[in-house]
């Protein structure tokens, strides 16, 4: 496994500037967000480390040249491209927007020789699975083609996306569940079409977040490592059916309910042969504790490198 971040924590740093903060907070590689450029919709969107307008423009050889040249430089490598939109949504032009910029995101990471693209499904939050089904069914043929012919990989993120009164009552993001991914994978059967695991968003939702590592081995192609603490006595208050921000909250690792190394251990036991998974993992900092200065998000960055390795070279003793 190679450790890495994503970049949505750092979004007022040039490329260059957030891949020296990964180097010096010791990580192997990152997670580029790939946003077009406008307003954010939420915390966390509208960061733009990678502009891949012009790698998709002519001439976007010397831009590839570029980028190439600025990575290797500070040592480390681009474990996946992350765009995050509402591919579903019911705002036709908001879903046009999103369909249109994730073809090119797919686009330049397989110019640029990035074999993994992650972002959401999707969703219409005011209706449920069966009647979303039509509209997955029609949207995600194509990108999933479009990322067989660029040779990359998309890794779905299981969050629910369901935090305010806006994603109520479903959230903007179908594959959450078991269940879900199921299906989807059934219906669009593509070695290119996965996840990007996120172990917290089962936690919240009350999931066996290790259990599920086994059935799909073979669909994580990225995996995203943030906790989150569980407000019990307010949770006992409000009820599953609340707001989930009313009873959770995102957490750096090791401030939360996961335990990381057995985790790890699970996570390295997958996969047909038991060879385990080989890929990226790569911290999420959400943790508001973090959030008030640049210095404390990068401070963010190197606590939770410590504590993943930390973590992960406890596995074994967890495994036996």
Same mark, same amino acid.
């Given at each position: 496994?190679?450790?890495?971040?994503?970049?949505?924590?750092?979004?007022? @740093?040039?490329?260059?500037?957030?891949?020296?903060?990964?180097?010096?907070?010791?990580?192997?590689?990152?997670? #580029?967000?790939?946003?077009?450029?406008?307003?954010?919709?939420?915390?966390?969107?509208?960061?733009?480390?990678?502009?891949?307008?012009?790698?998709?423009?002519?001439?976007?050889?010397?831009?590839?040249?570029?980028?190439?040249?600025?990575?290797?430089?500070?040592?480390?490598?681009?474990?996946?491209?992350?765009?995050?939109?509402?591919?579903?949504?019911?705002?036709?032009?908001?879903?046009?927007?999103?369909?249109?910029?994730?073809?090119?995101?797919?686009?330049?990471?397989?110019?640029?020789?990035?074999?993994?693209?992650?972002?959401?499904?999707?969703?219409?939050?005011?209706?449920?699975?069966?009647?979303?089904?039509?509209?997955? @069914?029609?949207?995600?043929?194509?990108?999933?083609?479009?990322?067989?012919?660029?040779?990359?990989?998309?890794?779905?993120?299981?969050?629910?996306?369901?935090?305010?009164?806006?994603?109520?009552?479903?959230?903007?993001?179908?594959?959450?569940?078991?269940?879900?991914?199921?299906?989807?994978?059934?219906? @669009?059967?593509?070695?290119?079409?996965?996840?990007?695991?996120?172990?917290?968003? #089962?936690?919240?939702?009350?999931?066996?977040?290790?259990?599920?590592?086994?059935?799909?081995?073979?669909?994580?192609?990225?995996?995203?490592?943030?906790?989150?603490?569980?407000?019990?006595?307010?949770?006992?208050?409000?009820?599953?059916?609340?707001?989930?921000?009313?009873?959770?909250?995102?957490?750096?690792?090791?401030?939360?309910?996961?335990?990381?190394?057995?985790?790890?251990?699970?996570?390295?036991?997958?996969?047909?042969?038991?060879?385990?998974?080989?890929?990226?993992?790569? #911290?999420?900092?959400?943790?508001?504790?973090?959030?008030?200065?640049?210095?404390?998000?990068?401070?963010?960055?190197?606590?939770?490198?410590?504590?993943?390795?930390?973590?992960?070279? #406890?596995?074994?003793?967890?495994?036996?």
């Amino acid at each position: 496994m190679k450790l890495g971040f994503v970049s949505a924590i750092l979004p007022e @740093l040039s490329l260059a500037e957030v891949l020296e903060s990964g180097a010096d907070a010791g990580y192997d590689c990152v997670e #580029l967000m790939c946003w077009p450029h406008g307003p954010a919709e939420r915390r966390y969107a509208g960061v733009t480390h990678l502009d891949v307008s012009k790698i998709n423009a002519p001439g976007g050889a010397a831009a590839c040249e570029e980028f190439h040249r600025t990575v290797a430089e500070r040592g480390l490598t681009v474990s996946a491209l992350g765009y995050y939109p509402n591919p579903l949504s019911p705002d036709a032009g908001e879903a046009a927007l999103a369909i249109d910029h994730l073809h090119r995101v797919i686009e330049a990471a397989g110019q640029l020789g990035i074999g993994v693209v992650n972002t959401f499904v999707g969703r219409d939050p005011g209706k449920t699975v069966d009647e979303n089904w039509p509209r997955f @069914l029609e949207v995600w043929p194509p990108i999933v083609k479009g990322a067989e012919d660029a040779g990359v990989k998309i890794g779905i993120e299981n969050c629910p996306m369901y935090f305010t009164a806006d994603e109520w009552p479903g959230g903007k993001n179908l594959a959450t569940t078991p269940v879900v991914w199921r299906r989807m994978f059934d219906a @669009l059967p593509s070695p290119s079409f996965g996840l990007n695991y996120d172990p917290s968003h #089962l936690v919240w939702q009350r999931m066996d977040h290790v259990a599920p590592l086994a059935e799909f081995a073979e669909r994580i192609f990225h995996v995203h490592a943030k906790d989150v603490a569980i407000d019990a006595a307010r949770l006992a208050e409000v009820g599953v059916m609340a707001t989930p921000l009313e009873y959770h909250t995102p957490r750096l690792p090791g401030r939360g309910e996961i335990d990381w190394p057995a985790f790890f251990a699970a996570l390295c036991a997958i996969g047909h042969d038991g060879s385990g998974y080989d890929g990226a993992v790569c #911290l999420e900092v959400e943790d508001r504790d973090y959030e008030g200065t640049l210095a404390d998000r990068q401070r963010a960055l190197r606590e939770g490198a410590a504590f993943l390795r930390g973590a992960a070279a #406890l596995r074994g003793a967890n495994a036996q």
